[in-house]
């Protein structure tokens, strides 16, 4: 395939699937412009939006001390949408928060700022390291590009099954289309949704120990069993007001002491790895990229900025070969042992059992329903 790179993003043919029109715009830009932004009110019909959101949540909570919950992880899109549904939606949510082993100080100091300075509760469901731990390496000799999947298995997967134990029907995230309308290609790690035959039959292959505790949440259980049976909803209140990544971290940072990242997702230290790291320099994958773009679309980076800064890594090289000393000692394994996985034949999901079909109908069907804008494939 002859290089070609997105003459209004820069979004490239690094994404195998990506198409492009006579002017050279991509179909990231085309669906953002002729799906997303026509359907996207942040303006008075937005907030009315928003408001009566709240009331049904309200209407709904009986009493109880919590009325909805929101995964809180100490980055910006979490934190923020905390700060609305308490202070402009008037909610009294339950902060949820997974330890995985991978979090950043800062990320905890957010978490502790966020919870005091909005007089919200916090419950914190920590991860059975060992059971991560295998899981995690497991993945890695996997050799797929969706490194970051045990992470999120064990995000979403708690949360629900939290909420569902504890019959919290309404979930909060922070979910946006200002930050993330320039939605990641699957072959980039970007896996859609939690698929447990998948991780099962990576596990199976590679792991070593019994998932005993570990939360699993099958994609298919939760938007289907979860929703239409058991009532759950969830709302994106960041689509529905306008959410300007610079404005919200310096709110958050003068209200609270909330302390910005570097980049997105750097709240978790293996995700900043495997972003900055193993991503780009094993697959030759960049999902600043998608990141980048989507700033662009929404007028928060012009694109030269955006190109000058994907020209370079994000972070210095010493600080990057320090980190792969860190994941390696951290997941027991000798640097040797960590780089003979990246030196490895590089896989995708397709080589081992997935629903990834089934998915993808179910993706395309929400898309035809106009529940899904961004572009999937």
């Known amino acids: 395939m002859v290089y070609q790179i997105c003459s209004q993003t820069i979004m490239d043919t690094t994404d195998p699937s990506i198409k492009f029109n006579e002017r050279g715009e991509s179909d990231y830009y085309t669906n953002y412009i002729e799906t997303i932004l026509p359907n996207w009110n942040t303006d ?3 907030f009315t939006e928003l408001m009566k959101i709240a009331e049904k949540i309200k209407k709904n909570s009986n009493g109880r001390d919590f009325d909805c919950i929101i995964g809180l992880s100490g980055g910006l899109d979490s934190s923020y949408v905390a700060y609305v549904a308490k202070e402009i939606m008037g909610l009294k949510p339950l902060l949820f928060h997974v330890d995985a082993g991978w979090n950043t100080d800062k990320a905890v100091g957010n978490i502790e700022k966020l919870c005091n300075g909005l007089g919200l509760d916090l419950f914190t469901e920590v991860i059975n390291w060992e059971e991560m731990k295998d899981l995690q390496v497991a993945f890695l000799k996997s050799q797929i590009a969706d490194q970051d999947l045990p992470q999120d298995y064990a995000f979403f997967s708690a949360l629900y099954k939290f909420a569902r134990k ?3 029907k309404y ?4 979910g ?3 930050t993330e309308c320039c939605r990641e290609p699957e072959e980039w790690g970007g896996f859609p949704g939690i698929d447990t035959l998948l991780v099962k039959d990576i596990h199976s292959k590679f792991g070593k120990r019994h998932l005993k505790t570990f939360p699993l949440v099958d994609i298919l259980t939760y938007k289907l069993f979860y929703r239409y049976i058991l009532g759950m909803q969830i709302f994106k209140p960041l689509n529905l007001i306008p959410y300007i990544k610079v404005d919200a971290e310096k709110l958050l940072m003068d209200k609270f002491g909330w302390e910005s990242f570097q980049h997105k997702h750097h709240e978790s230290r293996f995700t900043r790895f495997y972003e900055d790291f193993w991503l780009p320099r094993k697959f030759g994958f960049e999902k600043r990229r998608a990141h980048f773009s989507s ?5 928060q980076m012009t694109r030269d900025e955006a190109l000058v800064r994907i020209s370079k890594p994000e972070l210095p090289e010493e600080f990057l070969q320090k980190e792969f000393d860190y994941v390696a000692d951290k997941l027991d394994l000798t640097r040797s042992e960590l780089q003979a996985i990246f030196d490895g034949e590089n896989k995708t999901f397709h080589d081992y059992k997935n629903k990834i079909k089934l998915i993808g109908f179910g993706a395309k069907m929400m898309q035809n329903l106009g529940l899904e804008k961004r572009l999937f494939r």
């Not at 979930?171 to 922070?174: F, I, R």
């Not at 700033?295 to 007028?299: A, V």
């Open 295 to 299: 700033l662009i679309l929404t007028g």
């Open 166 to 168: 504890n019959k919290i």
């Open 176 to 178: 946006n289309f200002s």
């Open 44 to 46: 008075k019909k937005g």
């Open 171 to 174: 979930v909060l995230t922070g």
